[in-house]
């Protein structure tokens, strides 16, 4: 979709911002460009639509060699983010959001109409927000504007350059989760500019990690973290690599143990003979479908008449299947949890422990750590509290 071909760019006054660069984006991809201030992200962004022409080198979008194409009909069909927002101060918010529309030469009725739904699909109410002015807003509110105005006239490509730089990091971490929500929709090509390797990890398909003027690693983020190709990747990605892999790491379906059952209509009695014999002090609880239902505790069983289903406890301590290791971590450390159930929709997988959390961990880490051996039963010794 994207892609550079040993493109280098020297400014007249000598300083040769990106040297010999060559990557490509993919269609639907997102892809951040993470690296310290001064070493060419932005001058690498600016290039792709024209807004900076490369000194030797080629750029191409969807095969064709952008120096041929007139810079204005480029634009339209890249929508551009940056931190300053570059609002205009005196269009209302709608007017702003209506600006590229309205210049490719929609109606103004129509375009408004669209820019009310994208204020929307951002999050911010046009019936009460539209009329405002950005001075009007808060910094969160202005970037979300920023964002709506991009994509206002649907453009296949998104441009973002700190998108979301100018705000506190609890309304970046807001902005961030609902731009993921927006891209899982849209399947944009985006490019995202960002010096914050946190915010690269969790927004991009791929990472491009800069050195000076080049691009010392171009991968995914869980191999930028488990493997760094050189000393200067493993130095900007920081000493706490293992715990940023947490965020990138999905859970395994093969790291889950299966802990001691019982059936929500099993007699009580009958159900805690088992257990005893068993040597459980506890087992989840599921009904007839597998779904899961809480758990219960040998104490609770204790000359219990009826069925388990009048004694289980209600589970709080779950992660859906598609979660990573670090939703499952402080899940657990919110439940103050020994282990934490894993659930494909209500169905119930099993259980992760810190053990096998720990295993999951070591292994994505440089490839270090092979799969521990299976255990038949969860080792705990502590449940989830209510
Ligand atoms: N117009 C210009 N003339 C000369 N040098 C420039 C110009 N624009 C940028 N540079 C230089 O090019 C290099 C790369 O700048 P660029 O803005 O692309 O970096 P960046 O990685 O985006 O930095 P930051 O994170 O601080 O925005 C820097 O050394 C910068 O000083």
Same mark, same amino acid.
């Given at each position: 979709?994207?892609?550079?071909?040993?493109?280098?760019?020297?400014?007249?006054?000598?300083?040769?911002?990106?040297?010999?660069?060559?990557?490509?984006?993919?269609?639907?991809?997102?892809?951040?460009?993470?690296?310290?201030?001064?070493?060419?992200?932005?001058?690498?962004?600016?290039?792709?639509?024209?807004?900076?022409?490369?000194?030797?080198?080629?750029?191409?979008?969807?095969?064709?060699?952008?120096?041929?194409?007139?810079?204005?009909?480029?634009?339209?069909?890249?929508?551009?983010?940056?931190?300053?927002?570059?609002?205009?101060?005196?269009?209302?918010?709608?007017?702003?959001?209506?600006?590229?529309?309205?210049?490719?030469?929609?109606?103004?009725?129509?375009?408004?109409?669209?820019?009310?739904?994208?204020?929307?699909?951002?999050?911010?109410?046009?019936?009460?927000?539209?009329?405002?002015?950005?001075?009007?807003?808060?910094?969160?509110?202005?970037?979300?504007?920023?964002?709506?105005?991009?994509?206002?006239?649907?453009?296949?490509?998104?441009?973002?350059?700190?998108?979301?730089?100018?705000?506190?990091?609890?309304?970046?971490?807001?902005?961030?989760?609902?731009?993921?929500?927006?891209?899982?929709?849209?399947?944009?090509?985006?490019?995202?500019?960002?010096?914050?390797?946190?915010?690269?990890?969790?927004?991009?398909?791929?990472?491009?990690?800069?050195?000076?003027?080049?691009?010392?690693?171009?991968?995914?983020?869980?191999?930028?973290?488990?493997?760094?190709?050189?000393?200067?990747?493993?130095?900007?990605?920081?000493?706490?690599?293992?715990?940023?892999?947490?965020?990138?790491?999905?859970?395994?379906?093969?790291?889950?143990?299966?802990?001691?059952?019982?059936?929500?209509?099993?007699?009580?009695?009958? /159900?805690?003979?088992? %257990?005893?014999?068993?040597? $459980?002090? #506890?087992?989840? &609880? +599921? !009904?007839?479908?597998?779904? *899961?239902?809480?758990?219960?505790?040998?104490?609770?069983?204790?000359?219990?008449?009826?069925?388990?289903?009048?004694?289980?406890?209600?589970?709080?301590?779950?992660?859906?299947?598609?979660?990573?290791?670090?939703? /499952?971590?402080?899940? %657990?450390?919110?439940?103050? $949890?020994? #282990?934490?159930? &894993? +659930? !494909?929709?209500?169905?119930? *997988?099993?259980?992760?422990?810190?053990?096998?959390?720990?295993?999951?961990?070591?292994?994505?880490?440089?490839?270090?750590?092979?799969?521990?051996?299976?255990?038949?039963?969860?080792?705990?010794?502590?449940?989830?509290?209510?």
């Amino acid at each position: 979709m994207i892609r550079f071909d040993s493109v280098t760019k020297r400014y007249p006054d000598g300083t040769t911002a990106v040297d010999g660069l060559s990557f490509e984006v993919g269609e639907g991809e997102l892809v951040t460009l993470v690296g310290p201030s001064g070493c060419g992200k932005t001058t690498t962004m600016m290039m792709v639509n024209r807004l900076i022409d490369p000194t030797h080198g080629r750029i191409s979008v969807d095969g064709a060699d952008i120096a041929g194409v007139d810079p204005v009909q480029l634009r339209r069909r890249m929508g551009y983010v940056i931190q300053q927002t570059g609002l205009f101060p005196h269009r209302t918010v709608l007017d702003n959001t209506a600006t590229v529309p309205v210049l490719t030469g929609w109606k103004k009725a129509k375009a408004r109409e669209r820019a009310a739904e994208l204020l929307d699909l951002v999050g911010l109410d046009p019936g009460v927000y539209g009329s405002r002015y950005p001075e009007q807003l808060s910094g969160g509110q202005r970037q979300r504007v920023g964002v709506a105005r991009a994509l206002a006239a649907d453009p296949p490509v998104l441009l973002m350059d700190e998108p979301f730089g100018a705000v506190d990091p609890v309304v970046r971490d807001r902005l961030q989760k609902e731009f993921l929500r927006l891209q899982a929709t849209m399947h944009k090509t985006v490019l995202l500019v960002t010096h914050d390797i946190e915010e690269a990890i969790r927004l991009g398909d791929r990472i491009a990690v800069y050195g000076t003027g080049r691009i010392e690693q171009y991968d995914t983020p869980a191999s930028v973290l488990g493997a760094p190709a050189t000393p200067y990747v493993a130095e900007f990605v920081g000493t706490d690599r293992a715990l940023k892999q947490l965020s990138v790491t999905t859970i395994d379906r093969a790291d889950l143990e299966r802990p001691p059952f019982a059936r929500l209509d099993e007699p009580a009695a009958e /159900a805690m003979t088992r %257990m005893r014999t068993e040597g $459980a002090r #506890w087992a989840v &609880v +599921l !009904d007839e479908e597998g779904e *899961l239902h809480g758990w219960v505790g040998t104490e609770e069983l204790v000359g219990a008449a009826g069925t388990v289903a009048g004694h289980a406890r209600r589970m709080e301590a779950w992660v859906p299947v598609t979660g990573t290791l670090k939703d /499952a971590f402080s899940e %657990m450390l919110k439940h103050d $949890a020994g #282990w934490i159930a &894993v +659930l !494909d929709g209500h169905r119930f *997988l099993g259980v992760l422990t810190p053990t096998t959390l720990h295993e999951a961990l070591r292994r994505t880490i440089g490839g270090r750590g092979e799969r521990g051996v299976r255990r038949e039963r969860a080792e705990v010794d502590s449940v989830p509290t209510q």
